[in-house]
């Protein structure tokens, strides 16, 4: 047999394969479609990706970097210092099931509003608490959201709205870190990431701090 006639048997095959990848990428982008973003900075990154993947509604939710002067920076060079990134969570999520100011409420509520030095035990830039508005409608909603959780603490905060900026996904190492088994060696000696992560959270005062200023309103604290 000919290469030509070779090329005209798979003709079919290579059409109906390419009819079947397009059919899939537009079930997929149909699936996506429906989908809403949120960019928030609340301190360590494993702390909001830990509390938001138990929300309801939210589909995915991954640590990373935005609004640094550094396309794609490595966690050593912005925890280095001079990336002006901050440790953010990019959350995707269902508003057919959640909204964008139910998420915004939720984060609120699971942060030190007042401390704009950083979060808990972390300090610095990196780690103070932002909302990054992705659209101006966003934007409106973010400020509404801060405005309720003024009312609500009878005081002015200092979490800041954003300008959209791109998001850069941490080194898989960072990815679900709070429910991880690999072993590391930490100050309490070996550990599962998991277990080191409760510590660390625990040491940082995380959820004591939040509960002390949200009190029953708090939504991840454990109480």
């Known amino acids: 047999m ?65 609004g640094g002067t550094v396309a794609n920076p490595s966690y050593k060079q912005v925890t280095r210092g001079g990336t002006g990134h901050s440790e ?7 508003p057919d099931v959640i909204s ?7 984060f609120l509520r699971s942060i030190d509003p007042y401390d704009d030095g950083g979060q808990f035990c972390d300090r ?4 103070a608490p932002a909302i990054f508005a992705l659209t101006p409608e966003q934007a409106r909603a973010a400020e509404a959201a801060i405005a309720r959780a003024e009312d609500d603490l009878g005081r002015r905060t200092k979490v800041p709205v954003r300008e959209a900026a791109p998001f850069y996904a941490a080194e898989d190492y960072h ?3 709070y429910k ?3 072993l590391i060696l930490t100050r309490f000696g070996p550990q599962s990431k998991a277990s080191a992560y ?7 005062g995380r ?7 949200w009190g029953d309103a708090a939504p991840f604290t454990g109480s």
């Open 175 to 177: 990815q679900d870190y």
């Open 2 to 66: 000919t290469l030509f006639r070779k090329l005209q048997t798979l003709k079919p095959a290579l059409l109906a394969l390419a009819i079947a990848l397009g059919l899939s990428l537009q079930a997929s982008d149909a699936g996506a479609a429906g989908r809403e973003t949120a960019l928030v900075a609340g301190g360590c990154f494993w702390c909001v990706e830990a509390d938001f993947e138990k929300v309801k509604g939210v589909t995915d939710a991954v640590s990373g970097f935005a």
């Open 207 to 213: 959820n004591a701090r939040v509960r002390a200023i």
């Open 124 to 127: 610095g830039h990196t780690y």
């Open 100 to 106: 964008y100011d139910q998420i915004l409420d939720l």
């Open 180 to 182: 991880q088994d690999g």
């Open 198 to 204: 409760k510590k660390y959270r625990d040491a940082c």
């Open 88 to 94: 953010v969570v990019q959350i995707t999520f269902d």
